[in-house]
């Protein structure tokens, strides 16, 4: 069951997902209530790559929210997930990042030890030394197991949910995210390498950005000057019927001028013809699965993006780390059956995204811009009108906020703000 939660004191503009209160994004309380409702609660969340875990022992530990995981792969084969926390006094299980532990996990504090799919197996001293101490005569081992989570697949990706009251992953991902992701999983995958960063925000001003569809032609002077996504091209933002998850893609070529976006793209700092590349191959790109689509973004409630970038693929894990900071951690992969040209491809191609991305670096900087510009902002609220001011107005052009609109509406719904 959802553990119950405080209601955060927060006021909600009378506009309702029009407006965002500033303080959603800096209240402890609010923190909190998300803990509880939002990543404790009856949704579901990534955890990890099958590629990541490919042998019988293998393992590796993340979180969903704060609360610490580890994800094994059994030695029956299955994927098991259950929280990092001793059941004797709470210390955590497992300190490394990840590896192989064929014969399951011992807390350092006690020595209390479990297998791979988080079953009490042995605890030291239980019975004892000399007829003295140990646990209790009824002491057992099969009630104080870690807490499991429940877990699921799409595309050889891992997800798990905290919550009993969740619905089936397959429900919850829905037609949108299922489609976004199985175009990017379409086959067996090779890791690639990791990038993290410590993002000094809220973790909801990084989720926002994902969502916001046409800051990207405006921000990212790569993008804008060297033609990699535009608002002059094919393009289109799809939204779930609940509004929980989106896919956004870009079609590099297909310009169509107009003398309004002409206009416009002049006076922005992101278009500068002063730039040029040295080095053509981070921009390179041919259409690798048919569609056109050089940009295709899938991003899923409440905090996990899985990107093409030109060729560059990965997924996003947002780690709230506090009111003020999160931990953003991207997983780079590539296909099994690559040729050494596009594996090379891939990675020259990740120079666009990651914490020093020649994209996403600026991701990172304005999401600590929003940060300090809200300090002191007491009731103030912020202004999410681009497109209309309902769910159904700004159609699927990227030129909207409508996916932010949705974005609040259902956070909304689940914090029962």
Known sequence: MSEPATQASLHWPDEG????????????????QEQARLFRGPMWHYLALTAELPQAGDFKTTFVGDTPIIVTHGLDGQFNAFVNRCAHRGS???????GNKPDGFTCVYHAWSYDLAG????AAFRRGVRGQGGLPADFDLREHGLQRL?????????????????????????????????????????????????????????????????HANILHTFFGTF???????????????????????TKRGTEVQSADYDNAAASLRSVNSDFTLNDHSVIDWT???????????????????????QHSLGVRQLIPKGPDRCELIYTYFGYADDSEAMQAT????????????????????????????????????????????????GGDTKLSEKPLRHFWNVYRGYMDL
């Open 287 to 309: 259409d690798e699965y048919g569609d056109g689509c050089s940009v295709f973004i899938t991003t899923m409630f409440p905090n996990f993006v899985i990107h093409q970038v």
């Open 227 to 249: 033609g990699a996504s535009r608002q002059s091209q094919e393009s289109a933002t799809i939204i779930d019927p609940q509004g929980r998850h989106l896919y956004v893609y």
């Open 119 to 122: 079953n009490m197996t042995s």
């Open 92 to 98: 955590l299980v497992c300190l490394e990042a990840n």
């Open 346 to 393: 891939r990675l020259a191609h990740i120079n666009a995204t990651g914490s020093a991305g020649l994209v996403s670096m600026e991701d990172g900087a304005v999401c600590e811009f929003v940060r300090q510009g809200i300090a002191g902002s007491g009731e103030a609220a912020s202004f999410i009108e681009m497109g209309g001011k309902d769910l159904a107005s």
């Open 150 to 214: 429940r877990i699921g697949q799409c595309g050889g990706i891992l997800f798990g949910t905290l919550s009993d009251e969740a619905e089936s992953l397959e429900d919850y991902l829905g037609p949108v995210a299922t489609r976004g992701i199985l175009r990017a999983m379409n086959r067996p995958i090779k890791i690639l390498g990791y990038d993290s960063q410590i993002i000094p925000a809220n973790w909801k001003t990084y989720h926002e950005n994902t969502r916001d569809t046409f």
């Open 17 to 32: 997902y029009r407006r965002v209160p500033y303080r959603v994004y800096t209240d402890a309380g609010v923190y909190a």
